[in-house]
């Protein structure tokens, strides 16, 4: 889709390489921090994206993630698999190639996670993150069209809303959820997700309010702030330990350009890792490897990788009773027609309005399993569709994993994805608590009120049964969750990267700021995370705590 620049900038922005503050990446992260930064006009910033512009109609419908869940606007890339796991095909991940990344592209499910995920961030060295300090800045963001007390605001610049069009198969779900004896949930992000209930999305009026629509579009008109897409970042350049600027690379041609105050990585937890050690800032022996000159010798840069592993169960309706039947042109036409003049109907919805938080591990203080209730078959990439075309699927999820994986360079061409090992179900714990979770969803599906309207599972297989049965389909059929986060996480011991305020550990006027920098993953989706860390990034460069330590 080539390249552009965004918004309005100076006459002469072709020729300007100089400015305050260079954001790389414009993902969920990087789109906070650039606008915030840029609400001072007394500074110049620019925000660097590897992808077009979000000018795909698909990315501001709700009713169309099953396009972009699958499209052209995502970047794949090959994981590593446990031998045990027994595959032997190259699995594949996406990661988001487009303005706005995740929040783009993703089922706009808003969710903060626990509490004690932050209680555990402090105890991991990531002081000031605890619940208490990171809330107002979740509010801040926050723009809720149901909810105004003191975990939730308005008047942010994020859309965050219920979900328009609920379908009755949700509806049913949810009844044979508490049929099963999880209570009914009206909010998941109180600081108590335990039960079902419906998930409150981003958006707003019925469109998506991805990071790029909430905080990029209404600062298009402001002078000060430059977004160039279609360039990919090569190196970070560093002169004397400080962070001065990057280079890049435009189609054929080499640019650079200079940051008189930081340079702020907001490139996702492989994205951000790689670009470090390619300009020479992570373990030592990885970067002389490849032939580069090593600036800091910093272990931690691409470890700890930690991401949700998740498995889809998929069943066969016996009838339209899902969001399948849309595929016919009549309801797709009828559908668009109702979106159209009322920005409601199925369009209006995520496809995903239902869902719960459970124990896999009844031990654990909190739920240890998400579940999602999917009103369709094969939307997701991945999973397949059905016989007779109507189906429903529940994806699960462990969200406290224990493995950890990592992130290493391949090869000093920047050009060369890196290798990426989550090491899924490295740690046994992980196997044998999403197996639980999905006993507990096989037991909702057998409930009175869903199981009428269901035909036949589909996968796993009927004749599946025992756990052990069952545990044996969870490690060979998982899937990665497409969260990826800790790869260069907070904290002050040897194999932390980033300080507190987010700050390189080693070299000056450099941050990070996006899903890398969480010491643990949280306890669910976390797009709207990612958007509280850039809220959290904007605050400290705005402080002034700009150089040093």
């Not at 308005?154 to 219920?162: C, E, K």
């Not at 492989?270 to 800032?281: E, H, Q, V």
């Not at 969260?483 to 996480?489: A, E, I, L, V």
Request: proline residues 6%; glycine residues 12%; charged residues 20%.
């Amino acid at each position: 889709m080539g390249s552009a620049r965004f918004g309005i900038c100076p006459p002469q922005a072709e020729e300007i390489d100089t400015f305050d503050y260079i954001v790389v990446g414009g993902g969920s992260t990087g789109c906070v921090v650039a606008s915030r930064l840029s609400e001072d006009p007394s500074v110049r910033v620019l925000l660097l994206e590897e992808g077009p512009r979000d000018l795909n109609p698909y990315i501001h419908i709700p009713g169309a993630y099953y396009k972009t869940a699958q499209g052209a606007l995502l970047k794949r890339l090959e994981w590593e698999p446990a031998a045990e796991q027994g595959r032997t095909e190259t699995p594949t991940m996406v990661q988001a190639r487009v303005l706005g990344g995740g929040s783009s592209v993703n089922a706009m499910i808003y969710i903060r996670g626990v509490p004690s995920d932050y209680e555990q961030w402090v105890a991991l060295g990531a002081d000031g993150w605890s619940y208490d300090d990171v809330l107002p800045f979740f509010k801040r963001a926050e723009d809720n069209n149901r909810f105004c007390n003191e975990v939730h605001g308005v008047g942010g610049p994020l859309g965050v809303s219920d979900i328009e069009h609920i379908h009755p198969l949700t509806r049913a779900w949810l009844q044979a959820c508490q049929q099963a004896g999880l209570p009914y949930n009206p909010d998941f992000n109180s600081g108590n997700p335990a039960g079902c209930g419906l998930y409150q999305i981003t958006a707003r009026n019925g469109r998506r309010s991805s990071a790029a629509v909430a905080y990029l579009h209404p600062a298009r008109r402001r002078g000060n702030l430059c977004v160039e897409t279609g360039i990919t970042v090569t190196r970070i350049m560093i002169e004397n330990g400080r962070a001065v600027g990057v280079e890049c690379a435009k189609g054929k041609r080499a640019k650079v350009f200079k940051a008189e105050q930081e340079v702020v990585l907001s490139a996702g937890a492989i994205g951000t890792p790689k670009l470090l050690m390619l300009s020479g800032i992570g373990p030592a022996d990885q970067i002389t490897g490849q032939g580069l000159q090593v600036q800091a010798d910093l272990p931690g840069v691409g470890q700890n990788l930690q991401d949700h592993i998740e498995i889809s169960l998929v069943y066969q309706l016996n009838g339209p009773h899902s969001y399948d039947k849309y595929k016919k042109p009549f309801w797709k036409a009828a559908a668009g027609l109702n979106y159209a003049l009322f920005r409601g109907g199925p369009a209006s919805s995520n496809l995903i309005e239902g869902g719960a938080f459970w124990w896999g591990d009844k031990a654990e203080a909190s739920p240890d399993i998400q579940y999602f209730m999917v009103v369709g078959a094969g939307i997701e990439e991945g999973v397949d569709a059905v016989p007779g075309g109507n189906g429903c699927t529940v994806n699960l999820g462990q969200i406290r994993p224990r493995s950890r994986g990592e992130v290493t360079l391949a090869s000093a061409d920047p050009s060369v994805n890196p290798r990426v090992a989550p090491r899924y179900f490295s740690d046994p714990y992980d196997l044998e608590a999403i197996t639980e979770g999905a006993l507990g969803a096989l037991d909702i599906m057998g409930q009175p009120a869903i199981a009428k309207y269901i035909e036949a599972r589909h996968t796993p297989s009927p004749s599946l049964r025992t756990r052990e049965e069952i545990r044996a389909f969870c490690l060979k059929d998982a899937h990665a969750a497409l969260h990826p986060s800790g790869t260069c996480r907070m904290g002050q011991d040897e194999m932390s990267v980033v300080d507190s305020q987010l700050r390189v550990w080693g070299i000056d006027r450099l941050r990070v700021a996006d899903a890398s920098v969480m010491p643990t993953l949280i306890s669910g989706n976390p797009n709207a995370v990612c958007i509280m860390i850039g809220e959290r990034a904007a605050d400290f460069l705005r402080s002034g705590q700009t150089v040093g330590r």
